[in-house]
């Protein structure tokens, strides 16, 4: 009787795998290969430049604040 439910449990694990495994494959079918590899950050770019002047600013107004100068 014990035996009997092992393998009931055992049936139910082994479907309950072969269910994921279809999932997965259908997952990984409807998913679009990448065609391209991600951008790389523009160091070049007008926000860069915005956050260069900004972190300027702000030393420049530390320094000032302090009176070290």
Same mark, same amino acid.
């Given at each position: ?6 393998? &009931? ?35 070049? &770019? ?24």
């Amino acid at each position: 009787m014990v035996q009997g439910s092992r393998d &009931g449990f055992g049936q139910a694990e082994q479907a309950k795998a072969e269910k994921l495994a279809q999932l997965r494959q259908r997952l990984a079918a409807a998913t679009p290969a990448t065609k391209k590899p991600p951008r790389r950050h523009d160091w070049n &770019g007008r926000r860069t430049a915005q956050a260069a002047v900004l972190v300027a600013i702000l030393v420049w107004a530390i320094v000032a604040g302090s009176g070290i100068f």
